[in-house]
């Protein structure tokens, strides 16, 4: 028996955004003179260019976030502006993948993929589709950039009204059919995912088709999220992701895990699970060390336009060098009243790499951060709203400020300077294994 399932009833509204077309550049950016706590020599050895500006960029547009605030505050991130194809690459430039109607349109072009660039391992994900009648495509799940066999390179998400060996929509390609073919061609319909290590639960519009335990000992444990162009035009929108398996960096009355960098001005206080620091500069960094992860983390800046910023890869922190390590900037400043131009590379951005394409955060109100730290790709969402995408094509280097640096590293908290004063909670972590 073939089943129809109900049409989507109601769809959530897109409508944000800057009108940016492709990833962030990767310049390096010119230095505060006299940073609090980086050795002179050490600024001195980075070669400084000035970071891009945003004039040539197409007018900004009106941006809202597509996230509620209950949606932010329970972790989840926006993989789709609305707009654009920011934060998205693809497998083979044949395909016609464009932005059309607020979705993420392609009718035209082989056989490909259009994937985030960055992995991530378990999570939900919340994906409204529409392909046409014949048309064939799917929604890849911890897939690498070309995957070649459906068993062990992803999970193949199937969208097609028929498949020689039954796997239609709702289906793993080649490892689990529904309980019976599902037509869900020619309207909107939504994908909700949960994969949790070897465990996948799918629903289809509010409605479990398909419950799959991977017994594979090779099964994917991490990968990018696709969406595939097979035949037929496609229709992809409202792509949210929720991560989960984290585990907390802080939440006790103390500073258990943590250590204060030697040398460090600033005051460091817990209260109630959350971290305040006051004053510096500073700097407290997690006993731990990583190397690929995904980090959460929410922050409030008690004042207008205070500087700090989460270091991580960070080299064990000493009174001489305290702050060796990649920057995720907070400052909330911008120019000329428009959020587009940050006035100091702007929160989320790689600090002295690459600028935030957009100012999300707001002083006095808490925000949360989302750091994913792939190899050298790097990738960071301000209340859900993807910011940066900046890949490190420079040479090796112990130290993050001279080169690449991907072996695990420390994550730490920076107080700036003597006006310092934020608020750090809900501190989160979860690896990501190789891909």
Known sequence: MTRTPNSLGRLFCLTLAVGLTSCN???ESASRPGEPGEPASTASAEVVKPLPKNEDLAPPIEFQNPLTPEQIADGWISLFDGHTLFG???????????????????????IGLLHTTVPFADYEIRCDFRFEPDGNSGVFLRTKHQPENA???????????????????????????TAEPIIASGDWHTFHVTLEGDHSLVRLDGEIVLDFLDEQPDGPSSGFVGLQHNAGNVEFKNILLKPLGMTGLSGGSDLAGWRVVPGSQSEFAVEDGTIHVAGG????????????????????????ELNSGYFFRAVTGTEDAPSNGYELQIHNGFTDGDRTKPNNAGTGAIFRRTEARRVVSRDNQWFTSTLVASGPRMAVWVDGYQVTDWEDTRSPHENPRKGLRLAPGHISLQGHDPTTNLSFRNLKIAEIPGH
């Open 25 to 27: 550049r990767n310049p």
């Open 88 to 110: 998205w690459e693809s497998n083979d430039e044949g395909v016609n993948w464009h932005v059309a109607e607020g979705a993420i349109t392609s009718d035209d072009g082989p």
């Open 151 to 177: 068993e062990t390179d992803c999970y193949e998400l199937n969208l097609a009204d028929s498949h020689p060996d039954d796997f239609t929509t709702g289906s793993y390609v080649n490892l689990k059919k």
């Open 281 to 304: 500069p500073g700097f407290l960094e997690t006993e731990g060390t990583y190397g690929d992860f995904l980090f959460q983390a929410d922050a409030i800046v008690h004042g207008d």
